[in-house]
């Protein structure tokens, strides 16, 4: 299982992070839950177009957020390391087999077939060998894996160093009016 945590390693936020935790833990906390929910939707957009799949897809392999505390100050959101069936990225049968959408390109699996099994269950299967049984079903990529991605990595730590901030604010300036 793969998780992205938020706390960043960026000396501003981390400092602000510090500073928060000790003279306003409970703002600092809420900040972050929100901050955490704002970089799990930035995430499902950017896997969803960096895989080819529906946003929805993508959603059902994050987990729910693991919500910070005012004793843990720290946000997280894992992932499955369950991978994608290959029915999921636009999988079509040809004559040669079935095409698949890998990031901006199709793949072929030569030889493998569409089928709809008797429990219902749709996917993308190939024979082991020559006989007809035993047949295995196909998969595409994790989410965890995916996560991992550079790229994916910059655009969410750009989502946490710009949310995080505006976040704290509207958490001290809300605890502020509760107060009073």
Not at 11 to 37: C, D, E, G, V
Not at 38 to 47: F, G, H, L, P
Request: glycine share 6%; charged share 25%.
């Amino acid at each position: 299982m793969v998780s992205f945590a938020i706390k960043s390693n960026e000396r501003k936020i981390s400092s602000m992070l510090k500073k928060a935790a000790r003279n306003n833990p409970r703002a600092a906390a809420l900040a972050l839950n929100r901050t955490a929910n704002t970089v799990r939707s930035a995430a499902v957009k950017s896997i969803a177009t960096d895989i080819g799949v529906k946003q929805k897809i993508v959603r059902k392999g994050l987990f729910k957020i693991k919500r910070a505390t005012v004793s843990r100050l720290t946000a997280e959101i894992p992932a499955t390391g369950k991978r994608i069936p290959v029915i999921d990225l636009s999988a079509r049968q040809t004559g040669q087999g079935v095409t698949y959408q890998h990031g901006r390109q199709r793949e072929t699996i030569f030889g493998a077939f569409i089928a709809r099994m008797r429990s219902g269950h749709v996917g993308v299967f190939k024979r082991r060998g020559i006989n007809r049984l035993p047949i295995d079903e196909r998969f595409g990529p994790s989410i965890g894996f995916v996560l991992l991605n550079r790229q994916i990595q910059r655009v969410l730590r750009d989502v946490v160093s710009d949310r995080f901030p505006k976040e704290f604010h509207q958490a001290i300036t809300f605890l502020r009016r509760k107060r009073a």
